[in-house]
């Protein structure tokens, strides 16, 4: 780009290839870096860092969404081998590739079924404190590579603790000295958008790889792809439950994170969203990994806000990144091969840093809503591990909704003024009931878990009233029935009947009022169902004869 030429006018393809370049070199130490936190050889990441940014570049909607592996997946991944392979690392590699391998195949499945919005399983409150949480831990983890001293095993974070303290009198001067250096390097980089951090700590790591070495600081290693074109090894027969279990559980993750990203740099650039397309490609993305070894692979925000950042303009600056990533590996091999494993440590910390803001609560506590599962996730994997903290966050805010969906919670209604607004009485005290009507709104949608229950708080509210002739009830929160709320309805139309009080059922759903209509009951024909609303009701309701049986008492 010229001097005098701004990113705006810069041609597509330029920028592209500034992006592609850029990302390569920042994602490559990153991709090393989270092999380690999965326990696998440094390899695995390099792999999937470049399958992912093919994978997508090639077959892919986003125009900025950089595919490879993550911090949050590869930690999954590492509770996951270790439950299933123990300790030994070639059974673990070989575990790890089966579960990438299901993994991509649950992908392939799901974007089959067309199951797009399967994100939505996890609420957001509980993907942020899940990454809270998560990233707590990955960094505690890290701080034994940045230390000097041995690694952490585990991740129940009381016991990572305990044994955090007990390897402190190992500490390292040179390893602590040169996290110390890389880490200070990598915030102020932040400060200074034009330095890039992370290639200089490299650059400096690699530079200071002898000295360190010859005082006991550990490198990266020999990195080799010889053993990657394994085939992947397939579950033991009582391994095969949990193997899908974990498949599923890094799907549900790695596609929350994905969406995440896509989703919201989309409509930032009014770009279209192709979720079930996403799915497929990341299937593909995550079988070809697992077949070569690698990680498993998402969108993650960090690089494809970068990608943004830098500039790119199409899904070829993943392309570019990938041929990048190639080249790099076939000529700069033996350099990468000799940073500093406090260096990664480094990079890994301050990667993960981003989740770890307080400001992530502040929203959540401003609006008083979902503190208690946001707080529930963070703990759940402080205390229960990586996994098991995911699972049980999920569950945890299921069982929330139904909770909040069982509470029957129904409101009475009345007219504000002269108009035609119909508000629930308890929230609006200058609202007044219509004589000789009462009007009941459900305030949740009516299903099996709850319906019954509202049904029996109806049959309450009209009991306790005097001089009710029609009942009309507003179910504009309900867009369809199930045969529990049917049921209920019905029976609840009965017992009004037998007490000579009339019916009338409001702002019906397309699909309820069909339900309804299907139901065929006597006492709620045709016209008792098409009111669009509540005024409508009234209206109709007050203009028919009155056809009770007499007073209520």
Known sequence: MSPTESPATAPAWHMD????????????????AYSGIAGLPPQAGVIALFVGLASYGVLGRSRFAIVSATSSSAAVLAAGTIALAGNDPGARAAMAATLVLLGGACFLIAGAARLGGLSQLI?????????????????????????????????????????????????????????????????AGERMRRVPGSLLVIALGVGASSWLKARGVELTGAITFDAALGWPSWPSAGQWLPSVELAAALLLILYAESYSAIRGFALKHGDPVEPNRDLLVLGVANVLSGLLHGMPVGAGYSGTSANEAAGARSRWSGVIAAISVLVLVLLALRWIERIPQPVLAAIVIHAVSKSLRLSVFTPYLRWQRDRLLIFAAVL??????????????????????????????????????????????????????????????????????????????????????????????????????????????????????????????????????????????????????????????????????????????
């Open 17 to 32: 290839l500034i992006a592609g370049l850029s990302i390569a070199g920042l994602l490559i130490p990153e991709a090393v």
């Open 123 to 187: 609420a957001r409150p509980v993907l942020r404190g899940y990454t809270f949480g998560l990233a707590f831990v990955i960094a505690l983890k890290q701080l034994p590579h940045l230390l000097g001293v041995a690694g952490l095993h585990g991740d129940f974070v009381p016991k990572l603790l305990v044994e955090l303290l007990k390897l402190a009198p190992q500490v390292q001067p040179a390893a602590l000295l040169c996290g110390a250096l890389a880490l200070a390097l990598l915030f």
């Open 380 to 553: 759940a994997v402080l205390s229960l591990g990586i996994l098991n903290g995911l699972l049980f966050a999920i569950a945890f805010s299921l069982v929330l909704l139904l909770r909040q969906l069982a509470a029957p919670r129904l409101s009475v209604l009345g007219r504000l003024g002269d108009g035609h607004d119909f508000v629930a009485i308890a929230g609006h005290p200058e609202a007044t009931p219509v004589p000789g009507m009462l009007i009941v709104r459900p305030e949740e949608p009516l299903f099996f878990v709850n319906a019954e229950a509202m049904m029996v708080q109806a049959r309450n509210r009209v009991e306790s009233c005097q001089g009710v002739h029609r009942v009309v009830l507003s179910l504009e929160e309900s867009p369809d029935l199930d045969g529990t709320a049917l049921e209920s309805i019905a029976d609840f139309a009965v017992w009004l009947e037998a007490r000579g009080v009339e019916l009338r059922v409001a702002r019906l759903k397309d699909a309820a009022c069909e339900a309804l209509s299907r139901m065929a009951l006597p006492q709620l024909p045709p016209q008792a169902l098409k009111d669009w609303s509540v005024d409508d009701a009234v209206t109709a309701a007050a203009s028919a004869p009155n056809t009770s049986k007499g007073s209520m008492q």
